[in-house]
């Protein structure tokens, strides 16, 4: 069965530290990536996708994220973290021949200090 | 920047009653979407709504479920009587294309049901 891990329900970092949030995921077929990103009230935004091609993506506000198909992986990491990124991010899944239906990792909680 | 939007932000409900809630799609968007959470659970597939029709349902959209596209800005979810169980966070998202493309889904900021 499909699925996505996240493992780390909550973290915290300081202000300025690098970040990386872990997924894994369990696929039959080539799948499609996605990291969402949800704040207190809002929407789920999409930071960034991978499809194919280069396994190393770029998103928004920072981030990127890399594919790594021999550990089903698909971690997100920034550099240096800033008090707005301070959120739930989402791990998910798609599958290459219908992406209609999102399968979805239960978040990690981003907590950011000072 | 368009986005999706949902109205109400939350509604409560007594058990048995029936709930309808209410997505405007990105305006040139073909397909269409619900998703529900749980609160501690992750985010669920419901349906999928393309050309007027469910192209793909899960399990948990059973027949106390239905949606429709009433005219052609909003897209409904309605709950005909409802449940304690499905008090939930319901997010609807839309995607210019559906299917293979690997097309974004864009996510509005979620309706939080709670049934008493």
């Known amino acids: 069965a499909q699925s996505v891990t996240q493992p780390d329900i909550h973290i915290t970092v300081s202000e300025g530290a690098s970040l990386e949030l872990r997924c894994n995921y369990s696929?039959?077929?080539?799948?499609?990536l996605f990291w969402y990103v949800q704040s207190p009230g809002q929407g789920l935004q999409l930071l960034l996708k991978?499809?194919?091609?280069d396994t190393l993506v770029q998103g928004i506000k920072g981030f990127e994220a890399e594919f790594k198909r021999s550990q089903s992986s698909f971690n997100l990491r920034k550099p240096s973290v800033h008090w707005s990124d301070a959120a739930e991010y989402f791990c998910a899944v798609g599958h290459a021949g219908n992406n209609r239906k999102l399968i979805w990792g239960l978040g990690t909680s981003l907590a950011v200090n000072p | 920047e368009p986005e999706v939007t949902q109205t109400p932000s939350h509604q409560v409900t007594q058990m048995g009653q029936e709930v309808i809630l209410r997505c405007v799609p990105i305006?040139?968007?073909?397909?269409f979407y619900w998703y529900r959470q749980i609160l501690g659970q992750k985010v669920e597939f419901l349906v999928s709504?393309?050309?007027?029709?469910?192209?793909?349902k899960s399990e948990i959209f059973d027949d106390q479920f239905s949606v429709e596209r009433p005219d052609g800005s909003n897209f409904t979810l309605k709950i005909r009587s409802t449940k304690l169980e499905d008090s939930a966070m319901y997010f609807c998202?839309?995607?210019?294309?559906?299917?293979?493309?690997?097309?974004?889904?864009?996510f509005g900021p979620g309706t939080r049901l709670l049934v008493l």
């Open positions: 991978y499809f194919s091609g």
């Open positions: 998202a839309s995607s210019i294309l559906g299917g293979g493309q690997g097309e974004t889904q864009y």
């Open positions: 305006s040139n968007h073909l397909y």
């Open positions: 709504f393309y050309n007027n029709e469910i192209s793909e």
């Open positions: 696929y039959g077929a080539t799948p499609y």
